[in-house]
């Protein structure tokens, strides 16, 4: 109670939501009561008093693309196309026998171990990627190197496997392919502009209506990872990363 009329009483405080957070069965009950403190503060003009940190770099822009996030009943699927995907969600025993899995990616991880078909693909280094931080702001990098051997770029694997399957893409370079992200999603062709999520105005929506949902007592606020040594093996690229294992070393020496 002292900590939340403190919380109260400040104009520049921030809260941060772990992504993780949004999974659980009763996160809309928790968000409307991290919305209902938010709102009885007095933050500036302009000041962001909620806010979500998002676990994974690319996890962005993909909400803003469409892409719905979890894992879908996968029984009945024939072929499965895994695009980067290492986290080990997604294993053999929950798809069919005869389901054909193709993963595209540049470490070869957890997907790559699951799939009958690996397409190589260039790592962030190799290829010039359009990227949303957690903030909103599209940011654009440029190639530092070549894919090496037969890697290629995603997009140009997928264009490749369009025309293959008699469906081609309408895209042939880099610039077409950005101005078809620029017309399902606008913003990321605006390099350094803030685009206003709309995730908290949903979230105030639901406190207006006056619904109030439960949360859970049994299931408390654990964070996924709480151990200094997992920190440095989070990805398919710091989990092949010979720096982090000598990082994940020294932790267990210090213990």
């Not at 806010?51 to 892409?67: F, I, K, P």
């Not at 072929?79 to 070869?108: A, K, N, P, Q």
């Not at 940011?139 to 025309?163: C, F, H």
Request: proline fraction near 4%; charged fraction near 20%; glycine fraction near 8%.
């Amino acid at each position: 109670k002292q900590w939340y009329q403190r919380r109260v009483a400040i104009t520049a405080g921030m809260i941060i939501l772990g992504s993780s957070l949004l999974s659980r069965p009763d996160s809309i009950g928790l968000t409307q009561i991290i919305a209902k403190i938010a709102g009885q503060t007095n933050p500036d003009e302009g000041w962001k008093v909620m806010n979500t940190l998002h676990s994974n770099s690319s996890q962005v822009a993909a909400l803003d693309l469409g892409y719905k996030p979890g894992v879908p009943d996968l029984s009945g699927v024939k072929v499965l196309f895994m695009l980067g995907s290492d986290s080990g969600t997604i294993t053999r025993e929950g798809l069919d026998d005869d389901c054909v899995v193709v993963y595209i990616g540049s470490h070869g991880d957890a997907g790559a171990g699951v799939a009958d078909v690996v397409l190589p693909g260039a790592a962030y280094t190799e290829k010039s990627v359009t990227y949303v931080n957690t903030e909103g702001r599209a940011q654009q990098t440029t190639k530092a190197v070549n894919p090496p051997g037969v890697a290629r770029e995603d997009w140009k694997i997928i264009r490749a496997l369009s025309e293959l399957a008699d469906n081609k893409l309408p895209y042939d370079d880099v610039y077409q392919l950005r101005t078809g992200m620029g017309r399902i999603a606008p913003h990321l062709l605006k390099e350094g502009e803030r685009e206003e999520a709309n995730f908290f105005s949903e979230a105030a929506k639901l406190n207006q209506i006056g619904e109030t949902h439960s949360v859970s007592s049994e299931q408390t606020l654990q964070a996924p990872i709480n151990r200094l040594k997992d920190f440095y093996m989070t990805d398919s690229i710091s989990r092949a990363s010979q720096t982090m294992a000598n990082c994940v070393k020294s932790c267990d020496e210090l213990v």
